[in-house]
Structure formats: C-alpha cells, structure tokens
C-alpha cells in the first residue's frame, strides 16, 4: 500500500507549515519590541523549505525546514529620548518587520496547510475503499 | 491462480500507477511554497496506452530494468508542469491545478476500484455452488 506515503508526504508539510506559523507569529509578538542597541534588536525569523528528494526517481517526497534564518533587514531606529530603553543618543531600536507582509505570510501557511490536510482526507477516503474491496 | 490474475485485467496495474502519482501530487503539494521546486507528474496516459499494447516488455541484455509493470515506476515518464503563472521564487507548484489532479486522480482510482470490485463480485458468483 504505497498510499500510505502520501501520508509522510503531507504530514512533513503539516510540520513544516506549522512551523511557518510559529515563526511569524513569533514576528508579529515581537513587532512592537524595542532595544537599546541594533544588535540586541530582535530580528525577523523565517523558515527556510527545501523539498526533500526521493532517491529512487528523484521525486520530491516531503518537505524539510532547513533552517531558521533571521531577517537581514536593518533594525528601525526612532528618537525617543525619554524612552526607558533608550541609548546615550536618546535612541530605541526596533526591528523591522511589515505586519503586512506577515499576515500575509501567514494566510499563506494557513492556506497550504489546508491543502494538506485535504490531500490527507483524500487519501484516507482511498484507502478505506481499498481495504473493502471485494466485501 | 493465473486465471484470476488475468480476470482482473489492468486495474490493479491502473491502481498501482494512480497511487504513484497520489504520491507525486502530494509532495508537490508539500512542496507549494518551497523556493525553486519544480512540480513533476505523471504522463500517465502514455504509460498506459504502451501498457494496453501489451504488456510484457523484453529485456534483451542483463543490465535491462525490469518489465513495465513488475517495475512500472522506472518506466512511467515523469514530467515536470509548465506553470501557467510565473512566480518569483521560481517554484512551479499551482495549488489550484495540484489540487484539480489530486481529485480527478481520487475519482479515476475509484472507478477502477469499481471495476476490480464487480470483478470479484462476478468470479465469486462464478464460484459459489448454487
């Protein structure tokens, strides 16, 4: 029964979707975060996908975060003297995320995640059938 | 034992082929939002109208892959899509159309399950004593 594959198949992208999700939420809770230097300055975080590849025919048979990688956007810097963290020169860092642009990201994921779990049903359905066959 | 296997003509072959492809189409689909994947398919219907010409296969030399459906997978072309949208990252997975070959691959592996299904009905009928 190689349906069950399909499967790993779309489990590992349920995992690696879900991960999409914690980071960006993890950007969005952190819009707002503020430091006194830009290197303490919290940084964008994105998972970056690869597809994983099936030895035999070359085939993708799953998906993999590889990696987190931090944005490489240069930290916002806004003069606010009277701030509680602000530096020597009266400045805050923040980092520069687009809440726009993570929501969109995320009804990405969202939408992905859907497809997957529809792909799994799918095949479930097919399975079932298959082991009444002949009944 | 060979009668009932060619009593059940192509479908099992067809269910076995239908699955490879549900397999193709959810690592696309796993892969929908991966930087620079390609999406591959199935030329299915090529594979099958060889099949339906007949089935065997030879090998003529010792290193020759198998025949067409004791290895189906070496032989069933696979092809990659061509994106009716490009996009920036360089992936070419459409979820729309991916999820369109999910579903009529879905009906398609019904219908010959169908098929596999009244054929079993018909020989069990064919043995029963009555």
């Known amino acids: ?135 | 034992m060979s009668f009932i296997d060619q009593s059940f003509g192509i479908s099992p072959q067809v269910l076995s082929l239908r699955e490879q492809r549900f397999k193709m189409i959810a690592g696309n689909l796993a892969n929908s939002d991966t930087p620079g994947y390609k999406a591959v398919d199935l030329q299915f219907e090529q594979v099958l109208a060889r099949s339906n010409k007949d089935i065997a296969m030879k090998g003529t030399q010792p290193g020759h892959q198998g025949v067409l459906f004791n290895n189906s997978s070496s032989l069933a072309k696979t092809m990659y899509r061509v994106p009716t949208q490009p996009t920036i990252d360089g992936n070419t997975v459409e979820s729309s159309i991916e999820h369109s070959e999910f579903m009529k691959n879905a009906i398609r592996y019904q219908a010959s399950l169908g098929f596999l299904d009244s054929r079993i009905q018909g020989l069990r009928k064919a043995l029963r004593s009555e």
């Open chain 1, 1 to 135: 029964m190689s349906l069950f594959s399909v499967f790993d198949t779309a489990g590992s992208a349920l995992s690696a979707q879900s991960i999409r999700l914690n980071t960006i939420s993890s950007n969005l809770a952190n819009l707002d975060t503020v430091a006194s230097s830009p290197e303490e300055a919290y940084k964008a975080r994105y998972p970056v996908f690869s597809a994983v590849l099936d030895g035999m025919n070359n085939n993708a048979s799953a998906v993999r975060v590889d990696r987190i990688a931090e944005g490489t956007a240069p930290p916002k810097r806004e003069l606010m003297p009277s701030h509680p963290m602000a530096d020597a020169d009266g400045f805050i860092y923040s980092a520069d995320i687009s809440a726009v642009d993570e929501m969109a990201n995320m009804l990405s994921a969202s939408r992905s995640y859907q497809s997957n779990v529809e792909a799994m049903n799918t095949t479930k359905q097919m399975l079932l059938q298959t082991l009444n066959l002949g009944k």
